[in-house]
């Protein structure tokens, strides 16, 4: 009987999803980190502050992110970044 996992790896996509599970794949931290070109130290940074995308924890040392979580990732960074323009123009006028 075959295995359903395969060997070859997420493929490094936008992640945009739709009902082919490979259409939406997991990211490892680094694999994140690429695709956001963002350094790990970073990623850490932001995870320290509550502002990391939500993790899959699989066991000791197994973190994934899924397409869904890097989706909310950005929904978030773009509102909070909406919200410090909103207050910076008030607080000039």
């Known amino acids: 009987m075959?295995?359903?996992c395969?060997?070859?790896g997420p493929k490094l996509g936008d992640g945009q999803g739709g009902d082919d599970p490979d259409a939406d794949p997991s990211f490892t931290i680094a694999?994140?980190?690429r695709l956001e070109k963002i350094s790990r130290a970073f990623y850490?940074?932001?995870k320290a502050q509550k502002r990391g995308p939500r993790e899959m924890d699989l066991g000791?040392?197994?973190k994934?992110?899924?397409g869904q979580a890097r989706r909310d990732w950005h929904r978030q960074r773009e509102?909070?970044?909406a919200e410090s323009a909103d207050d910076?123009?008030?607080q000039r006028g």
């Open 2 to 4: 075959q295995s359903q």
């Open 6 to 8: 395969s060997t070859a």
């Open 31 to 33: 694999e994140f980190c």
């Open 44 to 46: 850490y940074k932001l």
């Open 60 to 62: 000791p040392g197994a």
């Open 64 to 66: 994934r992110i899924t």
């Open 79 to 81: 509102a909070e970044a």
């Open 88 to 90: 910076q123009s008030q």
